[in-house]
């Protein structure tokens, strides 16, 4: 709905203020807070230090940062790769049968990720397709995760594409792989990035299936963040988390320039 007066304006930038800060922005400054500081016995902290993000950078938080970064980037292209040439494939499905490749992809977002992670780990610990204690299982963990967001947005995306194009395309004499890759593939290649974005941002995240599934020497940050709050290192934690977030922050970032590029080409 559009707001047009300015009173109206004024009262739904306050509304959203109300909202946004308590609900998003406090947290995550708390979270920011609570790394700088040495402790925090009354409203706010004190002792500023920056000496957690030397730690929070290097030795095992830095190794557990590649490894996220590692697996998000690979369950990210996996995901794009099979979602995206699914969604292709159903345009040329009856409707019956799109309903259907939806619901498949979209069948591991509608059970919690812990047992998808269970489900993972059962199928691929005995030949054979022996995975367990192999930093595959946890990215095939993450693919199973997001392709079905990878799967809706290029979808829909497709169900947006104007034939015509495809058609002038093949009446020129293109061959079908070339139609795909001259004309539907640029013209998707905003969607593409968005659902590549997105796959990447929920892989850094995931936590839950990824405590069932990762080797010692295949651990993600959030594990890393969870097993330091657990042992009562709230500090430490929060200083993992925000190197977390501002990694998955630079990352977007890198995706949201690469989208606006292919908008306007």
């Not at 790394?35 to 920056?50: E, I, Q």
């Not at 995901?79 to 498949?104: E, F, H, I, N, V």
């Not at 299982?137 to 979808?155: D, E, K, R």
């Not at 320039?257 to 908008?263: E, F, N």
Request: with cysteine; glycine share 6%; net charge positive.
């Amino acid at each position: 709905m559009l707001v047009h007066s300015r009173a109206g304006k004024w009262a739904t930038w306050a509304v959203f203020l109300l909202l946004f800060v308590p609900l998003f922005a406090v947290p995550l400054l708390v979270v920011l807070a609570a790394s700088l500081a040495t402790n925090w016995s009354g409203a706010f902290p004190s002792g500023p230090t920056v000496e957690r993000y030397s730690a929070a950078t290097s030795g095992d938080a830095l190794q557990a940062l590649t490894t996220s970064l590692a697996t998000a980037l690979a369950a990210s292209v996996l995901a794009l790769t099979l979602g995206g040439w699914a969604a292709l494939a159903a345009a040329s499905l009856r409707t019956r049968g799109k309903r259907l490749l939806d619901a498949l992809f979209v069948l591991p977002v509608a059970v919690p990720p812990v047992v998808v992670g269970l489900a993972v780990l059962v199928a691929y610990s005995r030949p054979p397709v022996l995975l367990n204690g192999t930093p595959w299982i946890v990215i095939l963990a993450h693919t199973v995760l997001v392709t079905a967001f990878a799967h809706q947005s290029v979808a829909a995306a497709v169900r947006r594409l104007d034939p015509v194009y495809a058609q002038v395309a093949a009446g020129l004499g293109a061959s079908p792989a070339r139609v795909l890759w001259r004309v539907k593939l640029p013209l998707l290649l905003p969607s593409l990035t968005s659902a590549a974005g997105l796959c990447f941002a929920l892989s850094m995240g995931e936590l839950s299936a990824t405590m069932m599934l990762y080797p010692p020497d295949w651990t993600p940050l959030p594990v890393r963040i969870f097993a330091a709050t657990d042992r009562g290192s709230l500090f430490t934690g929060a200083a993992l988390a925000v190197v977390l977030m501002t990694s998955t922050l630079l990352v977007l970032a890198v995706v949201s320039r690469i989208r606006t590029r292919a908008s306007y080409r």
